[in-house]
T-cell receptor, first 110, second 113 residues
Framework: EDKVVQSPLSLVVHEGDTVTLNCSYE??????LLWYKQEKKAPTFLFML????IEKKSGRLSSILDKKELFSILNITATQTGDSAVYLC??????????FGKGTKLTVNP | NAGVTQTPKFRILKIGQSMTLQCTQD?????MYWYRQDPGMGLKLIYY???????DKGEVPNGYNVSRSTTEDFPLRLELAAPSQTSVYFC????????????FGPGTRLTVL
């Protein structure tokens, strides 16, 4: 059975800190790994990773995939209170279905 | 474009009642999905569709039914509501498949008492 595990489940930091969120996956016929940000409502798309070792970057957020070790990390530098959210990781295999992890709840305090 | 829209936003049902959660997308996406999200949990796939007339079960399909008569609409039907179906339901769509992100609707919060 396909599985995605995120760690930590929750994290509390101060503004300005750098955080690393982890995602490990076991997905049959793996095709891509996606990161979403969820702030009380619908998840919003952050990154999709398909190739190992290539960093995707958007402002203070970046993510990288390691297909050999079956994990991905999401980095957020110089965190702001607006980064407070649940970050979801999802793996997609050959069946076109996304398998989601439970998410990491990030709280950034001023 | 409105993107993915869902109605209603909130609903309270009594045990045994039925209801349909509506989902519409205006992006001409072939793929559509229904998820449920329980507190502290990730999203679990209920049903999905790869095009009009084609639907398939996801991880947790029991107690639900879907249909896809048009590209735009993908309603989710609960026939006999149970307290275990209390959850937030998200509809999503994507253009093709493996290399496209899914776009999510705003969600429907359903409580079954």
């Amino acid at each position: 059975e396909d599985k995605v595990v995120q760690s930590p489940l929750s994290l509390v930091v101060h503004e300005g800190d750098t955080v690393t969120l982890n995602c490990s996956y076991e997905v049959t016929n793996f095709r891509s790994l996606l990161w979403y940000k969820q702030e009380k409502k619908a998840p919003t798309f952050l990154f999709m990773l398909t190739s190992s070792g290539i960093e995707k970057k958007s402002g203070r957020l970046s993510s990288i995939l390691d297909k050999k070790e079956l994990f991905s990390i999401l980095n957020i530098t110089a965190t702001q209170t607006g980064d407070s959210a649940v970050y979801l990781c999802a793996g997609r295999g050959g069946s076109e279905k996304l398998v989601f992890g439970k998410g990491t709840k990030l709280t950034v305090n001023p | 474009n409105a993107g993915v829209t869902q109605t209603p936003k909130f609903r309270i049902l009594k045990i045994g009642q039925s209801m349909t959660l509506q989902c519409t997308q205006d992006m001409n996406h072939n793929y559509m999905y229904w998820y449920r999200q329980d507190p502290g949990m990730g999203l679990k796939l209920i049903y999905y569709s790869v095009g009009a007339g084609i639907t398939d079960k996801g991880e947790v399909p029991n107690g639900y039914n879907v249909s896809r008569s048009t590209t735009e609409d993908f309603p989710l039907r609960l026939e006999l509501a149970a307290p275990s179906q209390t959850s937030v339901y998200f509809c999503a769509s994507s253009m093709t498949s493996s290399y496209n992100e899914q776009f999510f609707g705003p969600g429907t919060r359903l409580t079954v008492l």
